[in-house]
């Protein structure tokens, strides 16, 4: 869906069977308003049906899709937007009876993304994951790529059409594919460096639009872009976090998690979180004002599982204090923060506690240095957590008492002075 002036006119179209709760149902179809917002449409209404199973052939029931046709006509709608993600077949067919262009939640996101993509790696995941989708479904594109299907009474010149659009296919995802695998390198090869100087690395994840960008860029005092919008962040962006021992870590801003997140998608965007993999600490942020969070934080998790990454320690952030829903009750297994990400006060008690935990994961020193050794002072002043810093004008030394990473570089230097 390209951004123009006008909005496209969209009616949206869910099938709730048996294993979806009303209440889960209704959020899912929420959220498809507001992914369908986010890419610049305006919701028309939402068409809605209650089955056993999805039809295998057209999604809803042949009579539902009467109806749908008829909304289409009457309302003029540009587009008609599915809310899970359609067979090629259950496409193809849509395609004849409906007199709009259909496409399906996962391609809705997939658009988002190729707006929201801003580095070179952003894009070439998105183009890989828009490929990926497109290909098994080239058979149900009709006759918009002039070519007919196989089997007999069929072959003809569109077959060429066909083999020769998935041969272009194929060969450019194996190009995306090389050209990825050489920016994993390059980041592997900065977080090789980052593990050597062995830099505290945060990183940041959470439910789109849970507030993580705003969170990033008051901690950090970065620029990531911020908006009450689904995936306003695609790219991960690293930037200085000082802990008020001043303490220097890394934070990073990770892309948004979702429901239903398509399969495509978070094989392509694996190693936009293979960030997440490499984090000392997590930072789960919970939009408490949203009535679905409970939702939300679990879809988090199972993620976070399925990127085996549950074993790193984690501070559940829940956000939003300020505009909390009235149901909201918290229920993480994990240290919890109760912030508005805007309030100066929170995110100093957060950083406090952020400084906790890390403390934990350290271990303590105690150490007597000569006043000569200025530039180790400030190292400890930066690179440890240093809890008490006294200066013997007799001696002339300063008593020094904090905590150290292990088989951190300083270790080393900190063993000729330790009491």
Do not use: W
Request: proline share 3%; net charge negative; charged share 30%.
């Amino acid at each position: 869906m390209e951004q123009k002036d006008t909005k496209e006119k969209a009616i949206l179209v869910g099938c709730q069977t048996n294993g979806d709760t009303d209440l889960r149902f209704h959020y899912s179809m929420e959220e498809l308003g507001a992914l369908t917002e986010t890419a610049q449409g305006e919701v028309l209404m939402s068409v809605v049906q209650k089955r056993d199973r999805r039809h295998p052939a057209t999604y809803i029931g042949k009579g539902k899709v009467e109806e749908l046709n008829v909304l289409v006509d009457e309302l003029e709608a540009d587009i008609v937007i599915f809310n899970d993600e359609l067979s090629p077949s259950q496409k193809r067919n849509l395609s004849t009876d409906l007199n709009a262009r259909i496409i399906d939640r996962t391609q809705l996101i997939l658009d988002i993304f190729a707006q929201r993509a801003r580095s070179k790696e952003g894009k070439l995941q998105v183009e890989l994951a828009q490929l990926q989708y497109m290909l098994p479904r080239l058979a149900g594109q009709g006759i918009a790529l002039s070519r007919l299907g196989a089997g007999i009474g069929t072959r003809g010149p569109g077959e060429t059409k066909l083999e020769s659009d998935r041969r272009h296919i194929r060969r450019r995802i194996d190009e995306i594919k090389t050209q990825l695998s050489v920016i994993v390198q390059h980041r592997d090869r900065y977080r090789e460096r980052r593990k050597k100087n062995k830099t505290f690395q945060v990183a940041i994840v959470g439910y789109t639009n849970a507030g993580k960008s705003s969170l990033f860029n008051r901690l950090s005092e970065a620029e990531s872009y911020e908006e009450n919008q689904l995936f306003a962040t695609l790219d991960p962006m690293t930037r200085k976090l000082i802990l008020p021992s001043g303490f220097l870590a890394l934070i990073t801003d990770t892309v948004g998690f979702i429901q239903d997140l398509p399969t495509t998608l978070i094989a392509a965007f694996r190693s936009t979180l293979e960030e997440v993999k490499e984090a000392d600490l997590l930072l789960h942020v919970v939009d408490m004002s949203n009535p679905d969070y409970f939702h939300h934080e679990k879809t988090v998790k199972k993620l976070l599982e399925d990127l085996e990454v549950k074993d790193i320690p984690q501070i559940t952030v829940y956000n939003k204090k300020d505009i909390q829903h009235s149901d909201f009750v918290p229920t993480a297994d994990t240290p919890t923060a109760f912030i508005s990400a805007f309030d100066a006060e929170d995110r100093q008690a957060l950083k406090q506690q952020m400084e906790k935990v890390v403390m934990e994961m350290m271990d303590s020193y105690e150490v007597q240095i000569p006043s000569t050794e200025g530039k180790l002072l400030s190292l400890l002043k930066n690179e440890t957590i240093l809890r008490e810093l006294v200066f013997d004008e007799e001696d002339q030394f300063y008593r020094c008492k904090g905590y150290t990473l292990q088989d951190h570089q300083i270790t080393g230097q900190l063993k000729k002075f330790t009491i």
